[in-house]
Structure formats: structure tokens, C-alpha cells
């Protein structure tokens, strides 16, 4: 398996003092439907979590929650004993009920136990970062994180987390955990459309913290869809391609978590982002979502 490759879109970034790559790999989608039970296709799923480390990318993001536990397997099993450039990152706050949902698990015994069945799973001794997940299905909801990320704190001072982050937070939840302890990366919803944390984003940027979107494509209304399917015409390439590549132009503290159970679309991601934009794409880009930017300020 190689190491860093410099030829990855995006470069590089630190997540504390932990390097990793802009450009990363999102383990969501190796699980069965809805994030549930195992995938459709095993082998697939493992020789897409390798494919991701020999292309370079050491940043792989994760939860104990996908399957549950079925993901973290595969990446183990993919990939471990892991190699030393390569950073996972995991989430912990939510549990999986038997229908499928995504019950809040935020309580002191619950977050000690998610964070001891990661390193299980993953067969670890230590974390590289844990997010706290707040909110739930609908968005980040307001109120005080503060017992939660403590316990986070606590466990990180035991040693068994070496950095800590939040997801799908508010900014006022994100300086909260700051006024607690040091973070090294925000995990929120965020693309062309959805504009809302653009001056969290640039406050991250400017206190070297890492900002990583999720939903790159989603919740497009039809006429945004139509703008960025044109941009993506012209430039002759797909609009996942055109989404990646200016998240990676917006700001340098943006790092990329696409996820696939597909070799051939992880390569097709990976050429993708490296599309170059003029100054007139994205100004045209920047117009997707101005209406909801200028609604929020």
C-alpha cells in the first residue's frame, strides 16, 4: 500500500498533528440499504476501502453506527494492520434502532461505550479523532453540548482519542466545545446550495481547523440543479466532479469525504475533483447558492 500521494486533488492538511489528505473517502455507503446490514457486495466493498489507500488517500472517515458495526469491520479487515500515514476518523452520539433510525446516545455511559466498541471494531488502541454527533436527521438542533463533549474530553486525557471534532452542530455549539477543549475538525451538511456555514467556514480556516461537508449533492432545488448540470456540460464533466472541485476551491481548511462501494467511481471521484475552474465558473458556481447566503447574513 503507498503513502501519501501528491498527485491527490487538494493536497494535504492537519488535523492536529495528524496529516492527511484533502481529499478522503467516506465509509458510509459500504453498508446494505439505508446504512444497514452488510453490503451487497463484500468483496466489492473491500477492494474499494484498499483501492482508496493504494490511490493515496489517508483519510478515512467512519462511524460505528453504519451497520451498525459492519463498516469499521470491513475496514479492518480491509486494512489493518493499518498503515501509518493512514488517519480514520469516527463519529459517536447516535445509535441504530431496529427500523433503521438514528436514536441521540449522548449520555456519558452511552458515548464510553460507542467510543470502546470503535476501537473494537477497528481493532485500535487509539482514535485518531472522534466527532461528537449532535443534532439528528433533520439538522443540527441548538442546546448545550457540554456534558457530552466533556466525557469526549475525558476519555481523550485517558488516551484512548487523540483529537477531538463535532457534527452537525451550530456555530454557537462549535465555540461552545471550543470553550471546553480544542477541536480539530467541524463535520456539518454544506454544497453549493446550502450555504449556511460559510463565515463558520471561513472562521475555521482562519484558526487552521478543518470544515468537512457532507452531502455534496444533496438538496439541489431543480433550478440550482439545472445551473450546476449546464457548468458541468460545458466543462464536459459530471456534476459530482464540478460539486467536489469547488468545494476544494472554497477554502483550503475544506477537506472531501465522498463515499462509493464502487472502484471505478472512487477513480471517477478522485480524476473528478482535480477539474480546474475559471474565475467565470465559479462566479456562476457562487450564484447556485447566493440566495440562501444572503438570507442567512
Not at 447556485?288 to 438570507?295: A, D, P
Request: with cysteine.
Amino acid at each position: 500500500m503507498s503513502t501519501l500521494s501528491p498527485s491527490l486533488p487538494g493536497g494535504t492538511w492537519t488535523l492536529g498533528d495528524l496529516t492527511v489528505s484533502r481529499f478522503g473517502y467516506g465509509a458510509m455507503q459500504l453498508a446494505g440499504p439505508w446504512v444497514m446490514g452488510p453490503p451487497a457486495d463484500r468483496d466489492g466493498a473491500l477492494a474499494v476501502l484498499r483501492e482508496a489507500v493504494d490511490s493515496g488517500i489517508t483519510h478515512i472517515d467512519t462511524s460505528d453506527a453504519y451497520g451498525p458495526r459492519l463498516t469499521n469491520q470491513l475496514i479492518r479487515e480491509a486494512l489493518h494492520p493499518y498503515p501509518e500515514s493512514l488517519h480514520i476518523v469516527t463519529k459517536v452520539g447516535a445509535e441504530r434502532d431496529e427500523r433503521g433510525g438514528w436514536p441521540t446516545a449522548r449520555r456519558p455511559d452511552q458515548l464510553r461505550r460507542q467510543v470502546e466498541e470503535n476501537l473494537e471494531s477497528l481493532g485500535l488502541e487509539t482514535l485518531d479523532v472522534v466527532n461528537l454527533r449532535l443534532g439528528d436527521a433533520s439538522g443540527p438542533q441548538a442546546g448545550s453540548i457540554a456534558e457530552a463533549f466533556e466525557t469526549l474530553v475525558e476519555l481523550r486525557s485517558q488516551g484512548v482519542i487523540r483529537h477531538l471534532g463535532v457534527s452537525n452542530a451550530t456555530a454557537e455549539q462549535v465555540a461552545e466545545a471550543q470553550g471546553i477543549a480544542p477541536i480539530v475538525c467541524v463535520q456539518n451538511m454544506y454544497n453549493l446550495a446550502h450555504r449556511h456555514d460559510d463565515e463558520l467556514i471561513d472562521r475555521l480556516a482562519a484558526e487552521h481547523i478543518a470544515y468537512v461537508p457532507f452531502f455534496p449533492l444533496g438538496g439541489f432545488s431543480p433550478l440550482q440543479s439545472a445551473t450546476l448540470s449546464g457548468v458541468a456540460a460545458r466543462l464536459d464533466a459530471t456534476p459530482m466532479s464540478v460539486a467536489l472541485a469547488w468545494l476544494l476551491h472554497r477554502s483550503p481548511n475544506i477537506l472531501l469525504i465522498p463515499g462509493t462501494s464502487s472502484v471505478a467511481h472512487l477513480r471517477e471521484n478522485i480524476a473528478g475533483a482535480r477539474l480546474s475552474l475559471s474565475e467565470a465558473d465559479l462566479a456562476e458556481l457562487d450564484g447556485i447558492g447566493s440566495e440562501v447566503t444572503s438570507g442567512r447574513r
